[in-house]
């Protein structure tokens, strides 16, 4: 790829807790990508018009809520429906281990829970994201 | 504190000291060039009475429960009263809630403490289009006078003390409170517990903000007003740093961050005509307990020394309640591990032994699961028998402030105070809290300080047990307690019901007077009041307020 790699960086629901989303920000800023922060209180629709209007190549959306059953599934569904299924979507927060394989089956492309090194993230995305 | 003669021979023997234990380092170094505390300041290899030459015992410790209060606010602290231990709590519907705080008070909490769900927190009712998910998830789904009057079945208002964590729409929340205390035959004056109502702090980290500046401060006043008049005993703010601190501050943030919102509260309720006395002595704080043991007892012994004299210096209160700073703690979530799970009860043994030294009023443990869900019974009884050991078996009960003169905590208590100190100087200059908030100074600082230390924690300058090192290959915990979906279709359904069974004309006529009340400069509290005895819904007033105020907007800094 010829240009830095974009990401959006979101939270969905209610939740308030940023201190994630915004450490994976900078990290990932850190690390050489162009990074956009949506803010707080972003509805699934918010968060897919926002990531194609911009263009990016990865969604990360933070979540310590407990509500990640109902809105990262919501948000595969999305991009599924805008044909934008080529963005890779990845999460984190505090999602308990057992809830990961529906979220993956849904269409989240990881999961990354409390702990995690941002080196691992900024991998993954290198990995992972669209050639 | 010290004789001069006595000091110098002091220095002359550091000096000696220096000599020996340089010699040593160079033969065996230490195992670290800077020993860092949990705020990630370097901490010297000894301190002596040199580091607190300075200290004159009256002027800047003085007796417990007096000025400056810096020993705490009572004069014999735990020997008379222990802590109330209130475990916060509160999931799924009220009915379920309400069996965990029966369960809490079989076991000896002596407080409830309210935790509300995400729609709830922001003035959403469960059908709400931006609920979907959230119900009952973070707490209990509170929709109207009804579900309130559930979730207090069976427990007499005017025996326990009520802590509640809500702010945007405190008000809403509180009479309902009021509401359901007259219900059982219990008056007004009776009532005793606390509202958080700390709205700074939720634009700076907590994120459940509703209406701008301006309409909430003026809510928040009014609550301070009407609260002096007919809930005295009622603690009408609880300034929080504990989510401050939880977003990745610093000891000395946390101090500073926090008296500069409460500086903001006082300075708008005396905007606002009323005098400093009367509303004074019911604020109350809030505060986190971290790792590192000496930093957070000198960080609490700081905030109360630095807020009598705000107090009275700044806005020349007099009634001694007024300038001593009473406050709650809970141990810091962000500090627990989802590795090794059980590790965490050691975690949280050591923030409430630093909560109890530093003289806290009252104390939430966390259990040692919440890394990873909302915490099981068996979770929540261990943290709860944590605090019980400590109170009944360490011993560090029976005296008052025990760490009072010790040379490292003393000088550590001072330097946190200046830090503050700083902190509270730069916001003034930018024209004080809210204005610090909108351009967004608080937040980066906080974010800094909050990089910082994930970056430590990823070139393993800062060893977390069980997560950057000594790992081990775990079973996936099971066990873990789960809000089902079908408490979100539940609430629903009684809403309909609900809405369908009331004097809607009723509702409609407290709604319009409610509006005219916003509009306006009158004190919204008995109005609102009116409302919730209706059964108009948390989501129907505070849709009334957003129409009227507006809704915030929030500056997004990363």
Redesign the interface.
């Known amino acids: 790829m010829d240009r830095p790699i974009r990401v959006l960086v979101s939270k969905p629901?209610?939740?308030?807790?940023?201190?994630g989303a915004?450490?994976i920000?900078?990290?990932l800023?850190d690390a050489g990508m162009e990074?956009i922060?949506?803010?707080?209180?972003q509805?699934p629709e918010q968060i897919v018009n926002a990531a194609i209007q911009e263009d990016v190549d990865v969604i990360a959306t933070s979540i310590l809520?407990?509500?990640h059953?109902?809105?990262l599934p919501k948000i595969a569904e999305l991009l599924k429906e805008q044909g934008a299924e080529d963005i890779l979507f990845i999460g984190g927060g505090?999602i308990?281990?057992?809830d990961i394989p529906e979220l993956i089956e849904s269409g989240v492309k990881a999961i990354f829970?409390?702990?995690t090194?941002?080196?691992e993230t900024v991998e993954f995305i290198v990995n992972n994201v669209r050639k | 504190m010290f004789e001069k003669d006595k000091l110098s021979n002091i220095e002359n023997s550091l000096d000696e000291y220096e000599k020996v234990t340089s010699k040593l380092l160079e033969k065996r170094p230490e195992r670290r060039e800077d020993f860092i505390s949990g705020s990630g300041d370097s901490i010297k290899n000894l301190y002596t009475p040199l580091d607190i030459e300075k200290i004159d015992y009256s002027e800047s410790l003085g007796m417990p429960g007096s000025y400056p209060y810096t020993r705490g606010v009572q004069p014999n602290m735990y020997r008379g009263k222990l802590w109330t231990m209130r475990m916060y709590a509160g999931f799924a519907t009220a009915e379920e809630s309400n069996k965990r705080y029966k369960y809490l008070v079989e076991q000896g909490s002596s407080g409830l403490s309210v935790a509300f769900d995400?729609?709830t927190?922001?003035g959403?009712d469960s059908d709400h289009s931006?609920?979907?998910?959230?119900v009952g998830?973070?707490g209990v789904a509170i929709d109207s006078l009804k579900d309130m009057e559930v979730l207090f079945d069976g427990i007499p208002l005017d025996k326990v003390s009520t802590s509640m964590t809500i702010n945007a729409p405190a008000g809403v929340l509180l009479a309902m409170y009021i509401a359901v205390a007259e219900k059982q035959g219990v008056s007004a004056d009776k009532l005793r517990g606390t509202i958080q109502n700390d709205i700074l702090k939720?634009y700076i980290?907590?994120?459940?903000y509703i209406f701008p500046t301006e309409p909430s401060m003026r809510l928040i006043t009014d609550i301070f007003e009407y609260c002096s008049k007919e809930v005295p005993k009622w603690n009408t703010i609880s300034i929080s740093g504990y989510h401050i601190r939880?977003?990745?501050s610093t000891a000395s943030q946390e101090v500073g961050f926090t008296l500069a919102d409460g500086i903001a509260y006082v300075e708008a309720a005396i905007k606002a005509g009323l005098k400093v006395d009367d509303f004074a002595p019911r604020l109350s704080f809030f505060f986190n307990a971290h790792n590192d043991l000496f930093e957070e007892i000198a960080k609490y012994r700081a905030a109360r020394r630095l807020w009598a004299k705000i107090m009275k210096d700044r806005f020349g209160a007099k009634n001694p309640k007024s300038m001593s700073l009473k406050f709650h703690t809970q141990t810091g979530g962000?500090t627990l591990?989802?590795?090794q799970p059980d590790n965490n009860i050691v975690r949280v043994a050591i923030q409430t032994l630093a909560a109890v030294l530093g003289g806290t009023q009252s104390l939430h443990t966390n259990s040692r699961d919440e890394?990873?869900?909302?915490p099981s019974v068996d979770s929540v009884r261990i943290a709860l028998r944590t605090q019980q050991i400590v109170a009944h078996e360490s011993g560090v009960t029976n005296t008052v402030d025990p760490l009072a003169g010790s040379f490292f905590v003393e000088s550590m208590t001072d330097k946190i105070e200046a830090e503050a100190v700083k902190y509270i100087q730069k916001i003034d200059d930018l024209g004080g809290a809210p204005k610090a908030i909108d351009d967004g100074y608080i937040q980066r600082e906080i974010?800094d300080a909050?990089?910082k230390y994930?970056k430590e924690?990823?070139s393993n300058d800062r060893i977390?047990v069980g997560?950057?090192q000594f790992q081990i290959e775990e079973e996936?915990?099971?066990g873990?307690l789960?809000?089902d979906?079908s408490v979100g279709e539940n609430q629903k359904l009684k809403l309909v019901e609900l809405r369908n069974g009331r004097d809607n004309v009723a509702v409609e006529k407290t709604l319009v007077e409610l509006r005219k009340v916003c509009e306006g400069s009158e004190n919204v509290m008995p109005y609102i009041l009116d409302a919730v005895k209706t059964y108009a819904t948390l989501g129907e007033i505070t849709q009334v307020m957003r129409d009227v105020f507006g809704e915030y907007q929030?500056s997004?800094?990363?």
């Open positions: 629901g209610l939740d308030g807790h940023d201190r915004k450490v920000a900078r990290a800023r990074v922060y949506t803010g707080l209180r509805t809520s407990g509500a059953g109902t809105l505090v308990p281990d057992e829970t409390p702990g090194p941002t080196s | 995400l729609p927190q922001i959403y931006l609920a979907e998910g959230e998830k973070v939720e980290a907590r994120g459940t939880e977003a990745g962000s591990t989802a590795q890394a990873l869900a909302l974010m909050a990089y994930q924690i990823e977390i997560m950057n996936r915990p099971t873990l789960k809000v979906l929030q997004v800094i990363i």
